[in-house]
C-alpha cells in the first residue's frame, strides 16, 4: 500500500481559531513533509519530519507546529488561524536515502478560514 | 535561492499531437535532482520522472525528458497525447533537503 492518508479532506475554521490536520501512512517512512498549496503558486514545503526530528523553513517557522507521536502519524496544528492560512495543505512521506528519494503525496486537505 | 520556472500555465491540445511542457530552474547546487510530478484530477501528485544525469533521456509512461545543465532545463515531452493525459504537471527540484516545485502546467487534451 503506497498510499498517505489525510484528514479531514476539507475543513472551515474561523479566524483566530486552532487547526490541526491529519496525515498518516503504512510504507514505514522515515520522513514526512507538511506542504501549502495556494491557487496558481507553487507548493511549498513547511516542514518535514526525519524520524523524530522536526526542521521547519525558516519564513514558516512561528506559523507551524507539528507533532509526529510514532512513525505512521504527523499532525500539522495552526494555533491561531488567519485568512492568509487558507489554502491546501500535502502531506508527502519518503524513504530517505538520497537526494532523489521519490515522495508520496497524500490527496491533501483544502483548509478554508472565514 | 532555488527556484524552478514553468511558463506554460495551461496547455490545450488535441489528441494524437505531440505534447511539451517546459521546465528551466536556478540552483546553488551543482548536481541537483530534476523531478515530474503529475496530479490528476481528484487525486495525489504521483512521480512521473525524475534525473540526475546530464544529457541523459529519461522515460516512462511514454513520457521523456533530458535534463540539460548547460541550459539549466528539464523539459517533458510525449510525442501523441492521449486523452488520459490530462493533468496538472510539476516540475520539481532538489539540491538540498528541500522539494521546490514549479507553478504547474495544466494540460487539457480535447478529441
Known amino acids: 500500500d503506497t498510499t498517505v492518508k489525510q484528514n479531514p479532506r476539507y475543513k472551515l475554521a474561523r479566524v483566530g481559531k486552532p487547526v490541526n490536520l491529519i496525515c498518516s501512512q503504512t510504507?514505514?517512512?522515515?520522513?514526512m513533509y507538511w506542504y501549502q498549496k495556494k491557487p496558481n503558486q507553487a507548493p511549498k514545503l513547511l516542514l518535514f519530519?526525519?524520524?523524530?526530528?522536526?526542521?521547519r523553513e525558516a519564513d514558516t517557522f512561528e506559523k507551524f507546529q507539528s507533532s509526529r507521536p510514532n512513525n505512521s502519524f504527523c499532525s500539522l496544528y495552526i494555533g491561531s488561524a488567519g485568512l492568509e492560512y487558507s489554502a491546501m495543505y500535502l502531506c508527502?512521506?519518503?524513504?530517505?536515502?538520497?537526494?532523489?528519494?521519490?515522495?508520496?503525496f497524500g490527496p491533501g486537505t483544502r483548509l478554508t478560514v472565514l | 535561492g532555488d527556484s524552478v520556472t514553468q511558463t506554460e500555465g495551461l496547455v490545450t491540445l488535441t489528441e494524437g499531437l505531440p505534447v511539451m511542457l517546459n521546465c528551466t530552474y536556478q540552483t546553488i547546487y551543482s548536481n541537483p535532482f530534476l523531478f515530474w510530478y503529475v496530479q490528476h484530477l481528484n487525486e495525489s501528485p504521483r512521480l512521473l520522472l525524475k534525473s540526475f544525469t546530464d544529457n541523459k533521456r529519461t522515460e516512462h509512461q511514454g513520457f521523456h525528458a533530458t535534463l540539460h545543465k548547460s541550459s539549466s532545463s528539464f523539459h517533458l515531452q510525449k510525442s501523441s497525447a492521449q486523452l488520459s493525459d490530462s493533468a496538472l504537471y510539476y516540475c520539481?527540484?532538489?539540491?538540498?533537503?528541500?522539494?521546490?516545485f514549479g507553478t504547474g502546467t495544466t494540460v487539457s487534451v480535447s478529441p
Open positions: 510504507m514505514n517512512h522515515d520522513t
Open positions: 519530519y526525519y524520524d523524530k526530528i522536526l526542521n
Open positions: 520539481a527540484l532538489k539540491g538540498g533537503r528541500a522539494l521546490i
Open positions: 508527502a512521506s519518503s524513504r530517505v536515502g538520497g537526494i532523489d528519494a521519490e515522495q508520496f
